[in-house]
């Protein structure tokens, strides 16, 4: 096999194949009543025929490269020509057994072999990487795996939790530039899937020739994950809400604004933490002896109560849960006007001569700094973090 295979599921014979896959799967249990040697004449990508719960139907797939035979299936009369794809599926999580299962898969025979699984946490996620066959896993927790697995799946349509696009794999990620151990980097917090962070750094990571790839990792257990990350390979993470706090805690080597606010949104496989966060508002906000508003309490809050108190200005705060303002400073009751407003949170700022709001997956109104402006400062100092060189 080839450093990696993209395999295009077709939803529906109809759909456009991209150009950049290598295989096409046609999925003959969702449309039974295809002329599968008829497409494959016409395919200007090779076949694999997949008949999940009806391996009867691939007895008839002339012309297709592959037949997908998952474990479970009976032997059944294979097409003259075409290879076997030996897989396994659990919808329900992932097997205890798993060394065992590869065994079986390994006995029972096939060209290529695929294991597919639905890890409940990004911990069990990384430990199917290390199964000796392609193997990654459904759902959330399991996203990641499919940009890193050998023998991977993308769809226009998809048709199982978690599958990409052809654009996310070789747009966003560039699956095809990337060798079977690419460095990793990457993005940890929950929720995690609508993050724009590896549209900023894999493009980088392309440019500057790197063999590595920024992914998006779904995490609530921040301590468990990072020692799993580390034993991976992992080499840098950028850690977004609620885990901000949990990364200052992991952390060796602070550095001073960490120690500062008590939060850190980087991690470096050396022990050291930062808060980048901190270093964006000392980019973006003016320097003042007015008042400042900082609406939240959360990590990104801490880091511009930090980085307004340097540039001069008097700051309160406000939090849905007043008890939680008080222990960052001095608490309002309401959101009120100040000269500088930071929001943190999905309520709506009150007018302010400079505002910056951090939420940027809605239409949040007009301000002077907006979240995605955000988002790429202080990604610009990660990603010197990370590589020393210059995101843009």
């Known amino acids: 096999m080839k450093q990696r295979l993209v395999v295009q599921t077709l939803a529906s014979p109809e ?17 039974p009543e295809l002329d599968v040697a008829a497409f494959c004449a016409a395919s200007p990508k090779p076949i ?14 002339y012309g297709a ?4 035979l998952d474990l479970h299936d009976p032997d059944i009369a294979i097409p003259a020509g075409a290879g076997v794809i030996r897989s396994f599926h ?37 430990r199917l990487l290390d ?25 226009l349509d ?3 939790p978690g599958m990409p696009t052809p654009t996310e794999l070789f747009d966003e990620f560039g699956v ?47 301590a468990a994950f990072w ?77 511009a109560i930090c980085a307004l108190r340097r540039l001069g200005y008097s700051v309160r705060v406000w939090a849905r849960r007043p008890e939680e303002a008080t222990r960052l400073g001095e608490a309002v009751r309401t959101p009120e006007p100040a000269d500088v407003v930071v929001n943190t949170t999905p309520a709506l700022p009150p007018p302010a001569p400079f505002l910056v709001n951090l939420v940027y997956a809605r239409d949040s109104g007009p301000a002077q700094v907006d979240g995605r402006t955000f988002l790429r400062t202080q990604a610009r100092h990660q990603y010197r973090l990370f590589t020393g060189a210059e995101l843009s």
């Not at 694999?48 to 797939?61: D, S």
Request: charged share 20%; proline share 6%.
């Open 15 to 31: 759909d456009r194949i991209d150009a950049r896959v290598d295989l096409v799967e046609l999925r003959l249990d969702l449309y």
């Open 48 to 61: 694999v025929a997949t008949a999940r719960g009806k391996p009867e139907l691939l007895e008839r797939a």
């Open 65 to 68: 490269r592959f037949v997908d």
């Open 90 to 126: 659990d919808w329900d999580g992932v097997p205890d057994d798993c060394d065992a299962i590869v065994q079986s898969m390994f006995e029972r025979g096939g060209d290529l072999f695929k294991f597919v699984a639905t890890p409940r946490s990004a911990v069990e996620a990384l």
């Open 131 to 155: 199964l000796p066959v392609s193997a990654f896993g459904m759902g959330e927790f399991g996203a990641f795996t499919r940009v890193l697995a050998p023998l991977t799946y993308c769809g």
């Open 158 to 160: 998809p048709v199982a």
């Open 176 to 222: 095809d530039r990337l060798s079977v151990a690419p460095a990793l980097y990457g993005v940890a917090g929950s929720p995690i899937e609508h993050s724009e962070s590896p549209a900023l750094h894999n493009p980088a990571f392309r440019r500057d020739g790197l063999d590595a790839v920024y992914l998006r990792f779904s995490v609530t257990d921040l």
């Open 227 to 303: 020692s799993a990350f580390l034993v991976r390979g992992g080499q840098g993470l950028s850690v977004t809400a609620p885990l901000k706090l949990q990364a200052a805690a992991l952390a060796t080597q602070p550095d001073e604004d960490v120690a500062e606010c008590g939060a850190a949104n980087t991690l470096l496989a050396d022990g050291r933490a930062a808060n980048t966060d901190v270093r964006a508002f000392l980019d973006l906000v003016p320097p003042g002896s007015g008042s400042a508003l900082v609406m939240g309490a959360g990590g990104s809050a801490r880091a």
